[in-house]
């Protein structure tokens, strides 16, 4: 059992969910006041209002928390009050030009990223989960936060129990409890009452919420809901911070290595001033107006608006994200597995024909197979049902056979582990007979007798692109209840054929997805032959093909490598694509999965970025990361482009502050101990940084270029940091020519002086965002986008004006000659193509590409994931 699950566990008190589980089916409807037929609508409104959603987590955009995101900085804090006591101590102009500035750059902070977490409120509300309910007497599809109790709650295969139940119906019930004990083998239901004292792991008679239906059927009313199930305990528990994605691993890292740099910077600084016999307070303010300078203040604001605009982008493509920071993995992606069913092919799976063996009528197959579907063959209801059986009973044949004949006296419901079902059925005088239908290869060893030509009969079909359906029986008199060692001794009669044939654009999607650097594997329960045959029609060249049997038989470090090796991996387990997925990502791998079955969903979780579509079965979905409302790969390859453009954009902004930014402080810092006044005041520095960060809002706007989108990107703290030591010093050359030129060139006062360099600053560390962001030669082979191209020369005139405006003198400005300017365009054009000269270099010795690393997936991961399900929707939407 997972250490903190368990300490989660052993220490709760006992749960509702417990002490309903010892008592009878009956003693507990009654106690939490349900009838047979469910609550009534307005009874569950009313019980709604009063005790609140089925919910263990809110979302909303909270305002409050955005600002203390952005205030939070411990050297924005220390500014500020350096800022107020200057005010006491004679520098009140300063203090209150510093406090203004710093009051904007908040400000502008705190708008974008709060409209962002806006926009991922409304992704939000757009997934929603539903859950089939009881009310009177009818069933009804409620969304699972409203579930209060003594709701009745239907429960089928790949149901993720909504809430904490006491079960009144179980059918073969098993259900996966591992989100909540730890325990990997599914446990078995029953509507017996256990006894008192029983552990969580042992409540035979109760569903927890968040589990899986694994096999069968039931029904439970509901004796707890949110976090006073023993689920939402644990998700409560974990609720104090998020996963981290690999992205804001990379984002945190990053942060973390340019605030060190402020602290030494600033620190060296700071000791310099004073023994230069410096104020104490001014020393003191421009010290940390350097350190703010450096950090990057904006990087939350410009990553959320890139995200939010990704995110609205996505789903205008039909492509939904549960967390907007997933997009940035998708890009991340170079692998995928995928089923092919929907996604190669059309997904539409048709009954084609039965196929009798010899001396065995082609009808009796067909009605044998209905008689044994997941369904009740009296009433049958394709809704919830697999997708061969409900494409069985849809089909023209299936109407003219004589069902009605049969009376079904018990199941053995489909499971993904045995790939077949049984029913114990009997026509009106005849002894029972057992029938068995699943996978050739589960039902085939199950049989003693068998036509000679079944084997070359079944190649034949698995040669023609069909899925096929073994059908077996035996006599069974005297048998009255059904289980699976009762499924032995067969005959095997005949097959089922179904067709599903190629999608039209699917060699066009796989193709992009080539093109993007992507490489797709296929896990498919179906035969080998069959996956091949899809891959030879879509133009792939599958490596090798490794099935189930053979996965079975490796070692994790042989897996490892066969894996590797192999394009197609068939009849294979959940545990085994899992297993299948675990290899993939030891080898530094960025896995994407996708799955929409409830043998999905353990794969789906192993998964660097899980994927489903918005028709798979509800434990699918959750598990997913992101959510395809098209089940197709060219829908993807949109996700994995806009992932990939922004964070080729989010780069930009980090190699901008690791470049002429890092170099303008890195200088301001030198001339401070090198000249006899400060080379720029601390509202000067401040008003620059906001200036230069304002332009670079328009960032997530930019274009990209094709090349950049072919190949994943990845965070390499080492490559930023030969990125600053290369591209900092070369902006720090022309600051000290800067200097120079007003010293000894225009005789420059501490104002002059001043204003030059802030003209000259603004000018290069913004317009370096036009070489800098691509690595084509700029302007001509590469143009950016009309936003950040207005915005960027905005500033710089903004920046060049500032000296003439009516609040140069406040600001500690004054105006220049006409030669100055002309010196500042040549040494910005002679800047500009000394950087691109720089940039090629760089990109050819020094852009050394990152080894990959192995990856890995905790136990918080999946709760979040599971508890994203159980989240009331934001006031907004309400």
């Excluded at 589980?21 to 409807?29: D, F, I, K, S, Y």
């Excluded at 325990?183 to 589990?211: C, F």
């Excluded at 304002?694 to 994943?712: C, F, G």
Aim: hydrophobic letters at 50%; glycine letters at 8%.
């Amino acid at each position: 059992m997972n250490g903190a699950l368990g300490a989660t566990v052993a220490t709760a008190a006992p749960s509702p969910v417990r002490t309903a589980a010892c008592q009878e089916a009956a003693a507990v409807l009654a106690r939490v006041g349900t009838a047979s037929d469910g609550l009534s609508d307005e009874e569950a409104a009313a019980r709604l209002a009063r005790f609140g959603p089925n919910a263990v987590r809110g979302h909303r955009a909270r305002p409050w928390r955005v600002l203390g995101r952005q205030v939070r900085s411990p050297i924005l804090i220390l500014l500020f009050v350096t800022a107020i006591i200057s005010a006491f101590v004679g520098q009140a102009t300063e203090a209150v030009i510093i406090a203004v500035i710093l009051v904007v750059s908040v400000g502008l902070g705190f708008v974008n990223e709060f409209r962002a977490e806006q926009a991922a409120d409304a992704l939000h509300d757009r997934l929603r989960h539903t859950v089939v309910v009881m009310r009177g007497g009818r069933r009804l599809t409620v969304d699972v936060t409203d579930l209060v109790t003594g709701d009745l709650v239907v429960l089928s295969v790949g149901t993720v129990v909504p809430a904490d139940l006491r079960l009144v119906e179980a059918t073969g019930l098993e259900c996966d409890e591992s989100i909540v004990t730890g325990e990997a083998r599914a446990a078995t239901k029953s509507v017996s009452p256990v006894a008192e004292g029983a552990g969580v792991g042992d409540l035979g008679s109760g569903a927890l919420m968040g589990t899986v239906v694994h096999a069968g059927a039931g029904l439970g009313v509901v004796v707890a809901t949110g976090g006073e199930t023993e689920f939402g305990r644990i998700a409560v528990g974990l609720a104090a911070q998020q996963p981290q994605t690999e992205f804001q691993r990379g984002l945190g890292q990053f942060s973390t290595f340019l605030l060190l740099v402020a602290i030494i910077l600033t620190t060296l600084i700071f000791v310099a001033a004073l023994l230069l016999g410096r104020p104490l307070i001014e020393s003191l303010l421009f010290s940390l107006a350097i350190a703010v300078g450096i950090t990057p203040q904006l990087l939350p604001a410009v990553v959320s608006t890139s995200l939010a605009a990704g995110s609205r982008a996505l789903a205008r493509r039909r492509v939904l994200v549960k967390r907007m920071v997933c997009i940035e993995d998708l890009g991340d992606l170079d692998l995928l597995v995928t089923d092919k069913t929907g996604t190669l092919t059309t997904g539409r799976i048709v009954f084609d024909r039965p196929v009798p063996l010899d001396g065995v009528e082609a009808g009796e197959v067909l009605l044998l197979g209905l008689l044994a579907t997941d369904t009740d063959p009296a009433a049958p209801q394709t809704v919830g049902l697999n997708a061969l059986d409900a494409a069985l009973w849809e089909s023209g044949q299936a109407h003219a056979a004589p069902v009605s004949a049969y009376r079904r006296l018990d199941a053995v419901p489909f499971d993904h582990e045995r790939r077949m079902a049984g029913a114990l059925v009997a026509a009106a005088g005849s002894a029972p007979i057992v029938v068995v239908k699943g996978a050739p290869e589960s039902v085939l060893p199950l049989c003693t007798q068998a036509d000679p030509s079944a084997a070359q009969v079944l190649q034949g079909l698995y040669s023609e692109g069909s899925r096929v359906i073994a059908i077996a029986t035996r006599s069974a008199a005297g048998l009255g209840a059904l289980t699976p060692d009762d499924e032995s001794g067969l005959t095997l009669l005949g097959f089922l054929a179904f067709v599903d044939g190629v999608k039209p654009d699917a060699r066009a999607s796989l193709q992009r997805l080539a093109d993007l650097g992507v490489e797709v594997k296929i896990a498919t329960g179906d035969s080998a032959v069959v996956a091949e045959r899809v891959c030879t029609e879509l133009g792939m060249q599958p490596k090798a093909t490794l099935t189930g049997d053979a996965v079975e038989s490796l070692d994790d470090a042989q897996l490892a490598e066969a894996a590797r090796a192999s394009s197609i991996f068939a009849r294979v387990s959940p545990e085994q694509k899992a297993r299948i997925i675990r290899a993939l990502r030891q080898k530094g791998r960025a896995v994407g999965f996708l799955g929409d079955g409830v043998n999905d969903a353990l794969a789906l979780h192993r998964a660097d970025i899980g994927i489903s579509v918005d028709s798979a079965v509800d434990v699918a979905k959750d598990a997913a990361d992101v959510l395809l409302l098209d089940k197709d790969l060219d829908v993807l390859a949109d996700g994995v482009t806009e992932g990939r453009r922004i964070f080729a954009n989010t780069i930009k902004y980090v190699l901008m502050g690791t470049s002429s930014n890092f170099g303008n402080m890195f200088s301001a810092s030198i001339a401070s101990v090198i000249l006899p006044f400060l080379p720029m005041l601390p509202g000067q520095i401040l008003l620059n940084n906001l200036l230069y960060d304002s332009s670079q809002l328009a960032i997530p706007t930019d274009n990209v270029d094709a090349e950049q989108l072919t190949v994943p990107s990845h965070w390499d703290i080492g490559a930023i940091r030969r990125f600053m030591l290369l591209f900092g010093p070369i902006s720090s050359l022309f600051d000290f020519a800067t200097f120079g030129l007003m010293l000894f060139a225009f005789q420059a006062g501490p104002p002059e002086f001043r204003s030059g360099w802030f003209i000259e600053s603004i000018a290069t560390q913004t317009l370096i965002v036009f070489v800098i962001r691509t690595r084509r030669v700029p302007f001509l082979r590469s143009r950016s986008s009309l936003p950040l191209t207005v915005s960027v020369l905005a500033v710089v005139a903004v920046g060049a004006w500032l000296p003439y405006s009516p609040m140069t003198g406040l600001l500690g400005f004054t105006p220049l000659p006409a030669a100055f300017f002309l010196a500042l365009v040549a040494m910005v054009v002679l800047y500009l193509v000394l950087v691109e000269v720089a940039k090629v270099w760089y990109y050819a010795r020094l852009s050394a590409p990152r080894a990959p690393e192995v990856r890995r997936r905790a136990y918080p991961h999946r709760v979040a994931r599971r508890a994203a399900r159980f989240t009331t929707r934001s006031p907004r939407a309400s």
